[in-house]
């Protein structure tokens, strides 16, 4: 008995046994698959956060992909304007003139009135035989009542009346009938001044194409004309930014001949089309562009563009008066300053009065915002003749 009892025993210790096993066994299993899923379940949030990281690596690859093509693209064609303009010189010539460039766009230059201007009448020249420029001619406010309702030949008998006359000659872009233009067209005519403005060939609604010989000779066919009907009074010829080339072209040939004008008005004036160039805001991004002489500069010499008003001034025989402002983004004020300097010093000019009039840059200006000062009248009758107040 005491033998089976024994055997009992062992068995149980040995079922005992087996069991602790099995149950080490199933803990085992169960912590490895436990293990398992959670190694899975990480690799999961690994592979989706690698997914992510390459996404975003990916669409940021095409960004910048996109980015350095949009750069060469810019880099070429920054390349290749100056070879265009070497090889096209009169791509050069448009962007001198911008005669293309018609600001106001919508104005009815057959119609001044409609601009503030009742005492302007418009009419037409014809320069050459396939040329015709538009005009306009105001005159002086004391006119403006006898002005109403008259036709072309009341202006043009009104050029002999005691009232001097001022030729002016824009600048490029736009038209006679541009804002700047007409405000001082108005500040003229209230302190007793006709004037006469016109558009270039190829500006506005004047016919031909534009060319600074052409632009001096229209100049200079609208002189003769004033002169013609003008008698005695004094013609003055006033020219802005580019018109300033145009009009020490213009006083050059007159002098020449024997026939100056009163005297001579630039206003934001340059030395030569070659400077300006040089100067002008638009020619920051190729300044120092390699051979920028030979690509942007020679071209307009081989267009025959030079408004050479620094050599103008040595054949100039009249008093001559310079306005600029210090703050011109356009036309550099030192420009100006080295223009009159060249001019004081002329030996044509020694015994004519040559007056550089700067205006500082607090007063914004500007570079053809001039008519907009108050001091303005009194430098124009302090160095001009000053003109009659009435027509006695």
């Not at 398992?36 to 989706?48: E, H, K, V």
């Not at 880099?75 to 050069?92: H, M, R």
């Not at 009419?123 to 009542?145: C, M, N, R, S």
């Not at 405000?183 to 558009?199: C, E, I, P, R, T």
Request: charged residues 20%; neutral net charge.
């Amino acid at each position: 008995m005491r033998k089976r009892h024994n055997s009992v025993e062992h068995d149980n210790c040995a079922t005992s046994t087996v069991e602790k096993d099995c149950l080490l066994k199933h803990n085992l299993r169960v912590a490895e698959k436990k293990k398992d899923q959670d190694t899975s379940s990480a690799d999961l949030d690994s592979g989706a956060t690698m997914k992510r990281v390459f996404g975003i690596r990916l669409r940021r690859g095409g960004f910048l992909f996109h980015v350095r093509k949009m750069f060469m693209w810019i880099l070429i064609l920054y390349v290749a304007i100056p070879f265009l303009v070497k090889l096209c010189p009169s791509i050069q010539a448009k962007l001198v003139f911008l005669n293309f460039v018609r600001v106001p766009y919508f104005i009815d230059l057959k119609n001044p009135q409609a601009l503030g201007l009742n005492h302007t009448w418009n009419f037409y020249l014809q320069p050459d035989e396939d040329v015709k420029i538009g005009v306009w001619h105001t005159v002086p406010t004391a006119l403006w009542k006898d002005a109403q309702g008259k036709d072309q030949t009341w202006y043009e008998d009104s050029l002999a009346s005691s009232y001097p006359v001022i030729l002016y000659l824009h600048g490029n872009a736009g038209t006679r009938g541009g804002d700047h233009r007409v405000q001082l067209y108005k500040v003229l005519s209230s302190l007793g001044y006709h004037v006469l403005a016109f558009d270039y060939r190829g500006w506005g609604d004047s016919e031909g194409t534009p060319s600074e010989q052409g632009m001096t000779y229209d100049a200079l066919h609208m002189f003769d004309w004033i002169k013609a009907r003008s008698g005695d009074n004094p013609v003055y010829i006033w020219g802005h930014s580019l018109g300033t080339g145009v009009a020490t072209n213009l006083v050059r040939r007159l002098c020449e001949r024997e026939t100056p004008p009163d005297s001579l008005i630039l206003e934001s004036p340059f030395t030569n089309i070659r400077d300006e160039a040089k100067s002008h805001p638009f020619s920051v991004i190729y300044r120092y562009f390699p051979g920028f002489d030979w690509f942007f500069l020679d071209p307009l010499t081989a267009f025959q563009i030079k408004f050479a008003s620094d050599d103008n001034v040595n054949y100039i025989s009249c008093p001559l008066l310079i306005l600029h402002a210090e703050d011109d983004p356009v036309v550099p004020f030192h420009l100006g300053l080295k223009l009159y300097q060249i001019a004081a010093a002329s030996q044509s000019l020694h015994g004519y009065k040559v007056l550089f009039v700067p205006f500082h840059k607090d007063l914004g200006y500007q570079h053809k915002y001039i008519f907009r000062s108050p001091e303005l009248s009194n430098i124009l009758r302090e160095f001009l003749e000053k003109p009659e107040t009435d027509d006695s």
